[in-house]
């Protein structure tokens, strides 16, 4: 059974920075593209982050150069750290696995989500 865990939410000012983490269980390494996602209240949810099988990582314009996914350093572990966050960031973040083939991804398992918050 495959099972992803967050990690690290809460809140943090405008400018700041947070690193929030996801744990996958079940998952053959490196056997799914890694990403992350967000829903803000009212509004759909939002592809973020992906990291690729072979290492390859996109974001979208929303959120690149601020935004930085990577792995950890224990299998099947990977981190999205937020870098001068505005209260537009403020959402539910979800880690999630797709299998690579759709762009944007279109996961087939995810995460239970985490709250990040950016207060003015």
């Known amino acids: 059974q495959v099972q992803l865990v967050e990690a690290g939410g809460g809140s943090v000012q405008a400018g700041g920075s947070l690193r929030i983490s996801c744990v996958a269980t079940?998952?053959?390494?490196?056997?799914?593209?890694m990403d992350w996602f967000r829903q803000a209240p009212g509004k759909e949810r939002e592809w973020v982050a992906q990291?690729?099988?072979?290492?390859?990582?996109e974001y979208p314009d929303s959120v690149k150069d601020r935004f930085t996914i990577s792995e950890g350093s224990v299998k099947n572990t990977w981190y999205l750290q937020m870098n001068n966050l505005t209260v537009g960031d403020t959402a539910m973040y979800y880690c999630?696995?797709?299998?690579?083939?759709?762009?944007?991804?279109?996961?087939?398992?995810w995460g239970q989500g985490i709250q990040v918050t950016v207060s003015s």
């Open positions: 079940g998952l053959t390494y490196r056997s799914y593209c």
């Open positions: 999630a696995a797709d299998d690579c083939h759709q762009y944007p991804p279109v996961p087939r398992f």
């Open positions: 990291l690729g099988v072979d290492g390859t990582i």
